[in-house]
């Protein structure tokens, strides 16, 4: 005959777990603040033996491992994923400018955990049923904190990554201003769509801006673009005369003009000359510009001289 369950019991049986692990961690977080000090130091010398965050001083390592230490236990206590992503944050803007790795900040945190454990093992080993319970709470928490810690610093050098990508291709694509009204805009390098994005809106910013009515694009350093960035151009060509800009692009390859006349551009909505030089003189000519010769300009005499 089978047994029931009695309802009232099986309701009772997670809260009462929860109780004794919370019991548990509560006794784990008092034993780690009593013995901070040492475990702080311990924490530290395992890191340098290792060689890790070998970017930063002495000083340094003991500064964010204290932080470090400090937040850990207070999670233990709290449970507060925020806090610790907030410090998470944090400790990676600090030191990714330091020329912290992945793999180190990853280290650190397991020599922690391994610290932390070899102390309870310690602590408890008189009693074996006692610290198994102790390491079935400590471990989950531990681990939470582990991955808490090692997301945030990827996602704060994954955002460092961007910016510096980003603050690199405004610097390899600078719309100069050479006369008024006149701009150029030099590419060099590989143009994939990301950035033949931000060429355009660069250069419809500096066409407002400057007042432009001639852009002379420069391509003499493309080694080759494929067909979406070739339209992507022709589109930027347009968009730049909508808002009453002449564009002569220069320095097509024989490999580029290629690819515009196999993929059906409409090179009549595209002015071309050769080189930069001759796309310049085309420019100052649509502006009203003339060259003169000084040799042979005529000479200004000066009031009273015979």
């Not at 004794?20 to 009593?34: D, K, P």
């Not at 002495?58 to 233990?76: C, G, M, Q, R, W």
Request: aromatic residues 4%; hydrophobic residues 45%; negative net charge.
């Amino acid at each position: 005959m089978a047994s029931k369950k009695d309802p009232q019991t099986a309701d009772t049986v997670v809260p009462v777990l929860q109780e004794a692990t919370l019991g548990l961690l509560r006794e784990l977080v008092a034993h780690l603040r009593q013995n901070r000090t040492q475990l702080r130091e311990e924490w530290v010398r395992r890191i340098t033996e290792a060689q890790l965050l070998i970017a930063m001083t002495k000083e340094e390592i003991f500064a964010e491992a204290t932080s470090v230490f400090d937040n850990y236990v207070e999670l233990l206590e709290t449970g507060s994923i925020e806090a610790l992503q907030a410090h998470a944050r944090n400790l990676s803007e600090r030191i990714i400018p330091r020329g912290v790795e992945t793999q180190e900040v990853v280290g650190i945190v397991l020599l922690l955990r391994d610290v932390l454990a070899r102390s309870l093992f310690k602590k408890y080993q008189s009693d074996f049923a006692l610290l198994n319970s102790v390491l079935d709470a400590y471990e989950p928490a531990a681990n939470r904190i582990a991955n808490t810690v090692s997301v945030g610093f990827v996602q704060e050098r994954e955002r460092i990554i961007r910016q510096q990508q980003e603050a690199i291709r405004e610097l390899s694509t600078p719309v100069l201003q050479v006369r008024e009204r006149l701009l150029i805009l030099p590419i060099i390098g590989v143009i994939d769509p990301q950035r033949s994005r931000q060429i355009t809106e660069q250069l419809l910013r500096g066409i407002r801006a400057n007042r432009a009515k001639v852009v002379v694009i420069d391509i003499t350093g493309v080694p080759t673009i494929d067909s979406q960035v070739a339209n992507h151009l022709v589109q930027t060509v347009e968009a730049s005369r909508l808002m009453g800009a002449t564009v002569i692009v220069t320095g097509l390859s024989s490999e580029i003009a290629q690819t515009l006349v196999t993929i059906g551009v409409d090179l009549g909505k595209m002015k071309t000359v050769g080189d930069l030089q001759g796309g310049i003189e085309e420019s100052e000519r649509i502006l009203g510009y003339k060259v003169i010769d000084v040799s042979e300009a005529p000479v200004q005499k000066s009031p009273g001289v015979m």
